[in-house]
């Protein structure tokens, strides 16, 4: 999963955690050390560039990595190789490039990583913009599917703010792309649907299907249980 859709598929609690962690000035610096660096860090790295304590650096950097802020990797620095060269050491990459929040949630960043690899796709395979638009969206809902198990924590994490329709269905009453589907309402529209169709076959979910929704109030599809 790319750093987007690792983003995407955080919840809002995991991406307000995520914000406030980084409002502490010492873990701010740390995070824009780590991103800044072309190659993955130890404890040992941060306090030297900072001039702090290692225990500070490494509180701070296990809060982070808490927080899925950071990820972490194991190996041996060094030339030395083989028995007797050491323990490998704990080194930390950034696992978000980015860290935001948005009231209700937005997902612009998705929406527009799907949509140049829609273009990408079109340009190397001779389809058509459309056609790679449904196929890179399906692909990357299914990737989001498998991750989550259910399409409910997907609707959940991605900020659909899903809830029932009165009919056995499920109405999203958020659209994480507002603003992109305003001006372009079709094209965002057909991401969204080939993204949820996607979901659905990720997490192995045959008993419902998407259908639109022409309530503008709402997301522009809905999830309505599949019939006999």
Same mark, same amino acid.
Request: charged share 20%.
């Given at each position: 999963?790319?750093?987007?859709?690792?983003?995407?598929?955080?919840? %809002?609690? #995991?991406? *307000?955690?995520a914000v406030?962690?980084?409002g502490? @000035?010492?873990?701010k610096?740390l995070? #824009?050390?780590?991103?800044?660096?072309?190659?993955?860090l130890s404890?040992?790295?941060?306090a030297?560039?900072?001039d702090?304590?290692?225990?500070?650096? $490494?509180?701070h950097l296990? $809060?982070?990595v808490a927080?899925r802020?950071?990820?972490?990797?194991?190996r041996?620095?060094? /030339?030395? !190789?083989?028995?007797?060269?050491g323990r490998? !050491?704990?080194?930390?990459? /950034?696992a *978000?490039? #980015?860290?935001?929040?948005?009231?209700?949630?937005r &997902?612009?960043?998705l929406?527009?990583e799907?949509l140049?690899?829609?273009?990408q796709?079109?340009?190397?395979?001779?389809?058509?913009? $459309?056609?790679?638009l449904?196929t890179?969206?399906?692909?990357?809902?299914? %990737?989001?599917?498998?991750?989550a198990?259910?399409?409910? /924590?997907v609707?959940e =994490?991605?900020?659909?703010?899903p809830?029932?329709?009165g009919?056995?269905?499920?109405?999203?009453a =958020?659209? @994480?792309?507002?603003?992109?589907?305003? %001006?372009?309402?079709g094209?965002?529209?057909?991401l =969204?649907?080939?993204?949820?169709?996607? /979901?659905?076959?990720g997490?192995?979910? =045959?008993? &419902?299907?998407?259908?639109p929704?022409?309530?503008?109030?709402?997301?522009?599809?809905?999830?309505v @249980?599949?019939?006999?």
């Amino acid at each position: 999963m790319n750093k987007v859709q690792q983003q995407a598929s955080l919840s %809002e609690a #995991e991406r *307000l955690s995520a914000v406030a962690s980084l409002g502490d @000035p010492v873990r701010k610096t740390l995070f #824009e050390l780590l991103r800044r660096s072309p190659r993955a860090l130890s404890r040992d790295d941060c306090a030297e560039a900072l001039d702090l304590p290692k225990s500070t650096v $490494r509180a701070h950097l296990d $809060r982070m990595v808490a927080d899925r802020i950071l990820d972490v990797d194991f190996r041996k620095v060094g /030339v030395r !190789t083989g028995p007797g060269s050491g323990r490998p !050491t704990k080194l930390y990459t /950034v696992a *978000l490039a #980015e860290v935001g929040v948005s009231v209700p949630a937005r &997902h612009y960043d998705l929406a527009a990583e799907l949509l140049a690899a829609a273009v990408q796709h079109s340009m190397d395979s001779g389809v058509e913009v $459309r056609d790679a638009l449904a196929t890179v969206a399906f692909d990357a809902g299914r %990737e989001l599917g498998a991750q989550a198990g259910s399409i409910a /924590v997907v609707l959940e =994490n991605t900020g659909y703010d899903p809830g029932p329709d009165g009919e056995g269905g499920t109405i999203m009453a =958020n659209c @994480p792309f507002h603003q992109l589907s305003r %001006e372009h309402t079709g094209v965002v529209c057909s991401l =969204n649907g080939a993204l949820l169709n996607g /979901v659905l076959a990720g997490c192995g979910d =045959n008993s &419902h299907v998407i259908e639109p929704d022409s309530n503008l109030s709402h997301c522009c599809a809905r999830i309505v @249980p599949k019939g006999p």
